[in-house]
């Protein structure tokens, strides 16, 4: 699960235990209610969740898409814009998680404060009685007991505010609901969102068929683009699973909106402007660039993942654009002088797997320097022992989060007869490496 990520962890109560109680008491701190006037308003409070690692990244795509007060924090970025930024942020960012407008924040004591601060937004302007509804609260310090029941008294407040208007009650659905609304509490501040995404954003609509350990779609995109993959480099991914790095590599060289072929939450808004939609919709289409021959390949020992990954390039439009061959990475050879490789091995959970890896990782760095001269490797992996294993110098060490998963991205450029790292594996943290951890 990735975690929410709206405030400092050490206000975790869950890391702290039940010593952690509030240090004040009193009348919780002032709520307040953004006056928007609907989604017209030009400066919507918008805050996007995303991998945490890929803050930096996500805040260039928003900046690139013209959003104003672009704010990191760890695991998500703040931002303002009018409805056709939260568009244009649900259609072409490829990292973040979901795209949440602030209808309301302020403090809490207790859960019938967040009752009165869900009751103070006027929900029947945002959507019509007919939509179905669901109520999620994340939090991190809260020193509430059930985050459940804080989902609860906010969907008894947003139920009421109907009534209030005479317009009967919405129905809670919460499988596949029209309208998601999420609760965000730390130890003394609750802010409520409506989801303008929907389902989430790495729900591109090509994955149907995953295999053990898929990557999400907007983690791989994130981890392309901190690599410096831009689509003119050639790239392969030699374990490839079920193609996730290799369709989202394509978006990137053909210029495809990730959102282009989903549904949003937004479309279900009272205010929604299909026409703006549907010209930003077109617009985005125009960009796009024909799907040809690309120099993206992909590999996989397993014979079991092959048929996966053709069936996800096929549904994503790329069947005869991507090769796909049934190979150990150890087999797989360059296509071009220079290039990108871009995996993630497996991270080895049981005892056996760990073994198999600790062996795997110096033939690597031999098959590496024996084929790869003038490549960069990407290697993404949670197993932090690759770095020595591999023997070779690591450049960059990029710390990310596969949900809650501490990783790496580590990049390893292979400069004909330079790469080996001849100090014994023990130095492998010391001055050999560049790359300690990058920010
Ligand atoms: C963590 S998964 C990759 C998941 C992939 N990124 C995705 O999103 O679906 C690791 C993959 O490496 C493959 N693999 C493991 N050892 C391999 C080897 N020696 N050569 C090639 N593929 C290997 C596995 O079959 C598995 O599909």
Same mark, same amino acid.
């Given at each position: 699960?990735?975690?929410? /990520?709206?405030?400092?962890?050490?206000?975790?109560?869950?890391?702290?235990?039940?010593?952690?109680?509030?240090?004040?008491?009193?009348?919780?701190?002032?709520?307040?209610?953004?006056?928007?006037?609907?989604?017209?308003?030009?400066?919507?409070?918008?805050?996007? /969740?995303?991998? =945490?690692?890929? @803050?930096?990244?996500?805040?260039?795509?928003?900046?690139?898409?013209?959003?104003?007060?672009?704010?990191?924090? !760890?695991?998500?970025?703040?931002?303002?814009? &009018?409805?056709?930024?939260?568009?244009? *942020?649900?259609?072409?960012?490829?990292?973040?998680?979901?795209?949440?407008?602030?209808?309301?924040?302020?403090?809490?004591?207790?859960?019938?404060?967040?009752?009165?601060?869900?009751?103070?937004?006027?929900?029947?302007?945002?959507?019509?009685?007919?939509?179905?509804?669901?109520?999620?609260?994340?939090?991190?310090?809260?020193?509430?007991?059930?985050?459940?029941?804080?989902?609860?008294?906010?969907?008894?407040?947003?139920?009421?505010?109907?009534?209030? *208007?005479?317009?009967?009650?919405?129905?809670?659905?919460?499988?596949?609901?029209?309208?998601?609304?999420?609760?965000?509490?730390?130890?003394?501040?609750?802010?409520?969102?409506?989801?303008?995404?929907?389902?989430?954003?790495?729900?591109?609509?090509?994955?149907? @068929?995953?295999?053990?350990?898929?990557?999400?779609?907007?983690?791989?995109?994130?981890?392309?683009?901190?690599?410096?993959?831009?689509?003119?480099?050639? %790239?392969?991914?030699?374990?490839?699973?079920?193609?996730?790095?290799?369709?989202?590599? +394509?978006? $990137?060289?053909?210029?495809?909106?990730?959102?282009?072929?989903?549904?949003?939450?937004?479309?279900?808004? =009272? @205010?929604?402007?299909?026409?703006?939609?549907?010209? %930003?919709?077109?617009?985005?289409?125009?960009?796009?660039?024909?799907?040809? &021959?690309?120099?993206?390949?992909?590999?996989?020992?397993?014979?079991?993942?092959?048929? $996966?990954?053709?069936?996800?390039?096929?549904? *994503?439009?790329? *069947? !005869?654009?991507?090769?796909?061959?049934?190979?150990?990475? %150890? @087999?797989?050879?360059?296509? +071009?002088?220079?290039?990108?490789?871009?995996?993630? /091995?497996?991270?080895?959970?049981?005892?056996?797997?760990? &073994?198999?890896?600790?062996?795997?990782? /110096?033939?690597?760095?031999?098959?590496?320097?024996?084929?790869?001269?003038?490549?960069?490797?990407?290697?993404?992996?949670?197993?932090?022992?690759?770095?020595?294993?591999?023997?070779?110098?690591?450049?960059?060490?990029?710390?990310?989060?596969?949900?809650?998963?501490?990783? =790496? %991205?580590?990049?390893?450029?292979?400069?004909?007869?330079?790469?080996?790292?001849?100090?014994?594996? +023990?130095?492998?943290?010391?001055?050999?490496?560049?790359?300690? !951890?990058?920010?």
């Amino acid at each position: 699960m990735e975690r929410d /990520p709206r405030a400092p962890r050490q206000h975790d109560s869950r890391q702290h235990g039940d010593s952690a109680k509030p240090a004040w008491s009193g009348k919780p701190a002032e709520q307040s209610v953004y006056a928007l006037s609907g989604l017209r308003h030009n400066q919507l409070a918008l805050f996007s /969740p995303c991998p =945490r690692g890929l @803050e930096m990244t996500l805040v260039a795509e928003l900046n690139a898409l013209g959003a104003s007060n672009v704010s990191k924090v !760890d695991g998500g970025v703040a931002f303002n814009g &009018d409805a056709d930024i939260m568009m244009k *942020a649900n259609l072409y960012s490829r990292t973040a998680s979901r795209v949440l407008l602030k209808l309301a924040e302020g403090g809490y004591q207790q859960e019938s404060d967040i009752y009165q601060l869900a009751m103070q937004i006027d929900w029947p302007r945002w959507f019509d009685v007919s939509r179905s509804i669901k109520v999620k609260t994340d939090a991190i310090g809260a020193q509430l007991r059930s985050l459940d029941f804080v989902s609860l008294k906010v969907k008894d407040a947003v139920c009421d505010r109907f009534r209030q *208007a005479n317009a009967g009650r919405p129905n809670v659905d919460t499988r596949e609901p029209d309208m998601r609304i999420h609760t965000f509490l730390t130890r003394d501040h609750a802010t409520i969102y409506l989801d303008t995404s929907g389902e989430p954003l790495f729900k591109r609509g090509w994955r149907e @068929e995953t295999g053990e350990a898929p990557l999400r779609e907007n983690l791989a995109a994130g981890i392309l683009l901190i690599a410096g993959y831009d689509g003119s480099q050639p %790239l392969l991914d030699p374990m490839c699973g079920s193609g996730t790095f290799l369709v989202e590599a +394509a978006d $990137i060289a053909l210029k495809r909106a990730p959102g282009r072929n989903r549904r949003f939450g937004f479309q279900r808004l =009272r @205010e929604f402007d299909a026409l703006s939609w549907e010209a %930003l919709l077109s617009e985005a289409r125009a960009a796009e660039l024909p799907v040809r &021959d690309l120099a993206i390949k992909g590999s996989d020992r397993a014979l079991n993942m092959l048929p $996966i990954a053709r069936a996800n390039l096929q549904r *994503a439009g790329l *069947a !005869d654009a991507i090769e796909l061959q049934a190979q150990d990475i %150890l @087999e797989a050879r360059p296509f +071009a002088d220079s290039g990108f490789i871009v995996t993630n /091995p497996p991270y080895g959970v049981r005892m056996d797997e760990q &073994d198999a890896l600790a062996e795997l990782y /110096p033939q690597l760095g031999d098959w590496l320097k024996a084929y790869f001269a003038g490549w960069t490797a990407h290697f993404f992996s949670g197993d932090l022992r690759l770095s020595d294993m591999i023997h070779l110098s690591v450049k960059r060490r990029t710390p990310l989060f596969n949900g809650s998963l501490p990783c =790496r %991205l580590f990049a390893i450029p292979m400069v004909a007869g330079s790469a080996r790292r001849e100090k014994p594996a +023990a130095d492998a943290d010391n001055a050999a490496d560049e790359g300690k !951890d990058a920010e």
